[in-house]
C-alpha cells in the first residue's frame, strides 16, 4: 500500500496553522491573569469589555484570555473557574499546534482527518458549549 503524503500547500497551510496557535499560546503565556477572572486582555493595550463597562455583565466571551493565560502556564483549574469553554479552546489550540506541526514537518494526511470532525453537529456542540459557559459566567459574575 502507498502512503500518501499531504501536497506542499496543505504543509505550507499547515506551518502557518502551527506558527499562529504557538504564537497565541506563547503571547497568553506571557500574560498575567486577572485574579478576578477577566479583563486581562487589557494587559494588550485592548479597551476593557464594552459590555463590563456599560452593564456590570459579562460578554460570551468573558474570561477566554484569562482562561488562555491559565492553561498556558498549566493552571488548568484556574483556566476552567475563570472560562470553561476557553479552556477547552487552548487545548484544542495547543492540539492544532502539534497536529499541524505534524502535518508541516512529516506531510501527514491527519489534517485532512481531523478537518472531517468538523461537522454541522461538531459546530452546535461547539456553540452549546459556549452559551454554557456564558451562563456560568453570568452565575459567577462578581461573587
Known amino acids: 500500500m502507498q502512503r500518501v503524503h499531504a501536497a506542499w500547500t496543505a504543509r505550507l497551510l499547515a506551518a502557518l496553522t502551527a506558527l499562529g496557535c504557538v504564537a497565541v499560546i506563547f503571547v497568553a503565556a506571557t500574560l498575567h491573569p486577572e485574579a478576578k477572572g477577566h479583563a486581562t486582555h ?4 485592548l479597551a476593557p469589555c464594552g459590555w463590563v463597562v456599560a452593564l456590570n455583565k459579562p460578554c460570551p466571551t468573558c474570561g477566554m484570555t484569562t482562561a488562555f493565560s491559565h492553561a498556558a502556564n498549566l493552571h488548568f483549574w484556574s483556566a476552567l473557574k475563570a472560562q470553561p469553554a476557553g479552556t477547552l479552546l487552548a487545548l484544542m489550540a495547543a492540539s492544532i499546534f502539534w497536529v499541524a506541526l505534524h502535518v508541516a514537518v512529516f506531510g501527514s494526511s491527519l489534517g485532512s482527518l ?8 461538531t459546530v452546535w456542540i461547539a456553540l452549546g458549549l459556549l452559551l454554557a459557559s456564558w451562563l456560568y459566567k453570568i452565575a459567577v459574575w462578581g461573587a
Do not use: D
Open 42 to 45: 487589557t494587559q494588550l493595550g
Open 114 to 121: 481531523c478537518l472531517r470532525a468538523l461537522r454541522p453537529r
